[in-house]
């Protein structure tokens, strides 16, 4: 049982540099998201889309893209990475939308930029 | 928007002791409730979650919590802790759309 993947799970950028962060989910869950984790400040929803070719802003958009072209793959781009973007990225999934669905999570992914 | 508040970022207990984790939310409608827990270097995992069915609401592992309306609180409680409870918890709080919202969490470390 894969649930959700993530990958790359460490990965250290220059500033200015361009990554993907992928997510895959073999659970056919319409609705995932990506948060990013920082000490002290729980979890923080970047991105999240209720279904192919179907994406909404978080709590903390800005310096991310987000596409949706299947159920099961939901990247995350990171443009012109910043130190501020220096974090644990977790991607998860859910089988209805977050006010009454479990989250099922990735095992994340650490990016430092320096 | 909705938000939660997780009152100590450090709590630690003796094996077998009483683990008391407690979380207040605010929320302008009927929220529901939830508390994940986190192994070191993984992924968040549910433990239990509130969606108004009943206000003491029991998950894995021994844990459970008391949703109180009046006092805007979802502790999380376990009569007896175990070594293997030494993880990171966090409460969380959405209001049915899709923006669940995280407390800070709080980290539970386990004596012998």
């Known amino acids: 049982n894969a649930g959700v993947t993530q990958t790359p799970k460490f990965r250290i950028l220059k500033i200015g540099q361009s990554m993907t962060l992928q997510c895959t989910q073999d659970m056919n869950h319409n609705y995932m998201y990506w948060y990013r984790q920082d000490p002290g400040m729980g979890l923080k929803l970047i991105y999240y889309?209720?279904?192919?070719?179907?994406?909404d802003k978080g709590e903390v958009p800005n310096g991310y893209n987000v596409s949706r072209s299947t159920t099961e793959d939901f990247p995350l781009r990171l443009e012109l990475a910043a130190p501020s973007q220096t974090s644990v990225y977790f991607c998860?999934?859910?089988?209805?939308?977050?006010?009454?669905?479990?989250?099922?999570f990735g095992e994340g992914s650490r990016l430092t930029v320096l | 928007a909705q938000s939660v508040t997780q009152l100590g970022s450090h709590v630690s207990v003796s094996e077998g002791a009483l683990v008391l984790l407690r979380c207040n939310y605010s929320s302008s409608v009927p929220p529901y409730l939830f508390w994940y827990v986190q192994y070191p270097n993984q992924g968040l995992q549910l433990l239990l979650k509130?969606?108004?069915?009943?206000?003491l609401v029991k998950g894995i592992n021994g844990f459970e919590a008391e949703f109180k309306k009046s006092e805007t609180s979802f502790h999380l409680t376990k009569p007896s802790a175990h070594m293997s409870d030494a993880a990171e918890y966090f409460c969380a709080v959405s209001d049915n759309n899709n923006d669940m919202r995280f407390g800070a969490g709080t980290r539970l470390t386990v004596k012998p």
């Open positions: 509130y969606t108004s069915a009943a206000t």
């Open positions: 998860a999934s859910s089988t209805t939308g977050t006010g009454r669905g479990e989250l099922f």
């Open positions: 889309s209720v279904g192919a070719g179907i994406t």
